[in-house]
């Protein structure tokens, strides 16, 4: 079956307007937008290559077993929740009205693909590396990469909310207009990290690395770990929010003023 016209829109980049620069600093974090110099600017993610045609996959032919390889392969309307398998690697594939609920693929890999309008709650894959893949319109709450790698990886308009990524190297990697609420970041390498027009209310960030991540749009509320974002990029309009609990961290007793009660 071949998809190449639909495919390459589909897998078409989003850019985000350049950021103004600025200079002011708050705790460490920066609240200006970046300098357009060498280091200043993170790297979009590079666009997934799509595949020249795509078969469709069926069941049992294409279930998830140990080991097993997918290559340009369409995924569409495909119920494969609940599964167990480990070391499993799509190529060129692309998921649409794909469920692949509770199942769990330990060291899966993903090069070159494309999910949207799937459900991929609560799915587990620990030790994972996806590399030039896109995210868009998909159920994911509680979906959880723990030591993994994500590079030139972007979610759009994703339910991420509870979602799981300790100890995860995240390089050039998107975030557009998440549900990230309570996302646990704990220890993850965030430094080529974006997030634009995403709820992170309630997230944990404890001790992940953050230099040079980059928040626009974004609600900060109730952020956990906030004295690890040292080096971090904050839109000047988030920040109120995000005081707040910067203060709390610091020990910093916030009280109204009397003339205004």
């Given at each position: 079956?071949?998809?190449?016209?639909?495919?390459r829109?589909?897998?078409?980049r989003?850019?985000?307007?350049?950021?103004?620069?600025?200079?002011?600093?708050?705790?460490?974090?920066v609240?200006?937008?970046?300098?357009?110099?060498?280091?200043?600017?993170?790297?979009?993610?590079v666009?997934?290559?799509?595949?020249?045609?795509?078969?469709?996959?069926?069941?049992?032919d294409?279930?998830?077993d140990?080991?097993?390889?997918?290559?340009?392969?369409?995924f569409?309307?495909?119920?494969?929740?609940?599964?167990?398998?480990?070391?499993?690697?799509?190529?060129?594939?692309?998921?649409?009205?794909?469920?692949?609920?509770?199942?769990?693929?330990?060291?899966?890999?993903?090069?070159?693909?494309?999910?949207?309008?799937?459900?991929?709650?609560?799915?587990?894959?620990?030790?994972?590396?996806?590399?030039?893949?896109?995210?868009?319109?998909?159920?994911?709450?509680?979906?959880?990469?723990?030591?993994?790698?994500?590079?030139?990886?972007?979610?759009?308009?994703?339910?991420?909310?509870?979602?799981?990524?300790?100890?995860?190297?995240?390089?050039?990697?998107?975030f557009?207009?998440?549900?990230?609420?309570?996302?646990?970041?704990?220890?993850?390498?965030?430094?080529?990290?974006?997030?634009?027009?995403?709820?992170?209310?309630?997230?944990?960030?404890?001790?992940?690395?953050?230099?040079?991540?980059?928040?626009?749009?974004?609600?900060?509320?109730?952020?956990?770990?906030?004295?690890?974002?040292?080096?971090?990029?904050?839109?000047?309009?988030?920040?109120?929010?995000?005081?707040?609990?910067?203060?709390?961290?610091?020990?910093?007793?916030?009280?109204?003023?009397?003339?205004?009660?």
């Amino acid at each position: 079956m071949c998809a190449t016209g639909i495919e390459r829109s589909a897998f078409g980049r989003l850019t985000c307007p350049p950021l103004r620069p600025g200079v002011d600093r708050y705790c460490g974090v920066v609240t200006a937008r970046p300098r357009n110099r060498p280091g200043g600017r993170l790297r979009d993610p590079v666009k997934p290559k799509p595949p020249p045609s795509l078969d469709l996959a069926t069941l049992p032919d294409h279930d998830l077993d140990n080991e097993s390889t997918f290559e340009r392969l369409g995924f569409y309307d495909i119920d494969l929740s609940q599964r167990s398998a480990e070391s499993v690697e799509f190529t060129q594939c692309r998921f649409r009205g794909a469920d692949l609920s509770g199942t769990q693929v330990d060291r899966v890999g993903l090069t070159d693909c494309l999910a949207e309008n799937s459900n991929l709650a609560n799915v587990r894959a620990d030790a994972g590396a996806l590399v030039r893949v896109r995210f868009v319109m998909s159920r994911m709450t509680g979906f959880t990469v723990a030591k993994g790698l994500l590079r030139d990886v972007e979610f759009e308009e994703c339910r991420l909310d509870l979602s799981g990524w300790r100890f995860t190297d995240f390089q050039a990697t998107r975030f557009i207009n998440c549900n990230l609420t309570r996302a646990d970041f704990t220890e993850a390498d965030l430094t080529g990290a974006q997030f634009v027009g995403c709820d992170l209310t309630g997230a944990q960030f404890d001790k992940a690395k953050m230099e040079g991540t980059r928040f626009r749009k974004c609600v900060l509320v109730d952020i956990g770990g906030v004295l690890s974002w040292r080096g971090a990029t904050v839109d000047g309009n988030d920040l109120i929010a995000l005081s707040y609990t910067l203060a709390h961290a610091l020990g910093i007793r916030i009280e109204a003023d009397p003339a205004t009660q």
